[in-house]
């Protein structure tokens, strides 16, 4: 979990690069951070555990440590879509930057997706507010990540990475 946190901070920091938009780009960079000091001190207290042996309080604190790196990617996701929303400039020509960029904008087409069929097939009430109970959730990059890839369609793989891992390579 801790080192999927680390794919998830080098997404964050490469789109806070690639983002038109100074606030989001802050917050982008922010949210990054963060992850990255919850997702070290997971590391941490992990090997600790290990070394440690089995104990109850190393157990709590070890859920809660994973617990808030879940919460943190979150955030960082959600700050992602603001930052994919808002537009992003050209990718460097490396090609992890050009993945994330393709990432985001295969969400970002999917939002427009959604959106434009629920405005097609809305259901409004007499107020013209949307009915919740039939709308469907706009898409998020949390979905897009959870989501297995589609087998159906003539879609390239991603390039295998040189070396390491690339901030795409296991879809957080």
């Known amino acids: 979990i801790a080192?999927?946190?680390?794919a998830v901070v080098r997404f964050g920091h490469i789109l806070?690069?690639?983002?038109l938009d100074q606030r989001c780009s802050t917050e982008l960079l922010r949210a990054s951070e963060h992850t990255q000091t919850l997702?070290?001190?997971?590391?941490i207290v992990a090997r600790v555990k290990a070394v440690t042996g089995e104990s109850k309080a190393s157990s709590?604190?070890?859920l809660s440590n994973a617990q808030n790196l879940v919460r943190a990617v979150r955030h960082l996701?959600?700050?992602?879509e603001a930052a994919s929303v808002k537009g992003l400039g050209q990718?460097?020509?490396?090609?992890?930057?050009?993945e994330v960029a393709a990432f985001c904008l295969q969400?970002?087409?999917n939002l427009s997706w959604h959106r434009a069929k629920e405005a097609l097939n809305s259901n409004r009430d007499e107020?013209?507010?949307r009915k919740t109970r039939e709308a469907k959730a706009e898409p998020t990059l949390m979905a897009l990540v959870q989501e297995p890839p589609p087998q159906t369609r003539n879609i390239p793989k991603h390039p295998s990475p040189r070396k390491g891992h690339t901030a795409m390579d296991r879809h957080l």
């Not at 080192?3 to 680390?6: A, H, I, K, L």
């Not at 806070?16 to 983002?19: I, S």
């Not at 996701?77 to 992602?80: D, E, N, S, T, V």
């Open 3 to 6: 080192s999927d946190g680390q």
């Open 16 to 19: 806070a690069k690639q983002c």
């Open 39 to 43: 997702s070290s001190q997971l590391g």
């Open 60 to 62: 709590e604190l070890l």
């Open 77 to 80: 996701l959600r700050a992602a």
């Open 91 to 98: 990718p460097s020509p490396d090609p992890e930057a050009e």
């Open 107 to 109: 969400w970002k087409k």
């Open 127 to 129: 107020l013209g507010l």
